[in-house]
């Protein structure tokens, strides 16, 4: 099979890129050139802007991609490039999404006012109403950001088979998200405690090692079955939050406390303004189900890969009021009394 990947050099692409070659699948990668690494026996690299698809058809087209994965369609207009550019080229178009798209996640979020959205979610479930969810936050960054729609135009040409597989949080290697940082940060510096907000300590929410959601974007690319499907990708159980914790505390070796505290009384980098009693929490049985998918690395070895990654791989820049840990013995110290 000859597939095409938009993006893919980055945390999870790489990982999807490795599992199609070794089935013995011909890729191409397109990207901008930017983190292309050491040469890859069997993947060709073509260099390009995602904003300019369109100039690249025609070269698209002597590629002749039977499919062609997008890793990271950020947006709408996203994903209506690819769309155009290799509509009557490719026979299916595979795109990676988000459990952000559920009306629950608007729920949790406070976006959406209304009563808690039953769960497990299926891939069925109602999206979100209000779009862009992070207009306005993070200087503007994200201000176009939304999966729906990017969804949507996946799923609506009628010349180009659709999937959409949507990920939980994912951590493992090379997660430039730095999903385990706060917690593994405060264990590694030999905190006495770890605060949690009281309302946070239950709160579930889907999580995937890396390799496993690789392992379920190569199967639904290379899988014709999964034409015009939705899948959803996730551990089969939702840790609380404070059994999330206390599995990494446990696989890095911490024997602290973990604390709970109303908001009132939580430090204010700490502080969160989530519904928390609205759980995400998923299905994830269709993948199962329809093509076969099983995790090949169990959830204490995910979390222990991430930790020893995280632990030689800090971010590059780390704000003070992160670890404001003053302000964290002060919420100690005042529980105390």
Partial sequence: MRVLVIGGTRFIGPLVVDRLVAAGHDVTVF?????????????????????????????????????????????????????????????????????????????????????????????????????????????????????????????????????????????????????LFMELARMDAGRPAILVQEDQMHWRWPRGYAGNCADAIALAVTDARAAGRIYHVAEPQALTQEQWLRTVARLAGWSGEIVALPKEAMPAHLRAQENFAQDLVVDSSRIRRELGYAESVAVDDGIARAIAWERAHPPERIKPEWLDFAAEDAALAARAR
């Fill in 31 to 179: 990207h901008r050139g930017e983190t292309e690494g050491d040469p890859e026996p069997g993947v060709a690299h073509v260099h390009g802007d995602r904003h300019a698809l369109g100039e690249h058809r025609e070269q698209f087209a002597r590629l002749r991609p039977d499919v062609v994965l997008d890793m990271a369609p950020m947006s709408g207009d996203d994903a209506i490039a690819v769309v155009d550019a290799v509509s009557g080229i490719a026979q299916r178009l595979v795109a990676v999404s988000s459990i952000d798209v559920y009306r629950a996640y608007g729920r949790l979020h406070g976006s959406e006012p209304g009563p808690l959205e039953p769960l497990p979610l299926t891939e069925d479930s109602p999206l979100r109403e209000k779009l862009y969810p992070y207009r306005g936050a993070r200087a503007g960054k994200l201000d176009d950001y939304d999966k729906i729609p990017a969804e949507q135009a996946v799923m609506s040409d009628a010349q180009l088979a659709g999937t959409v597989v949507r990920l939980p949080a994912v951590h493992g290697e090379g997660d430039y998200q730095h999903r």
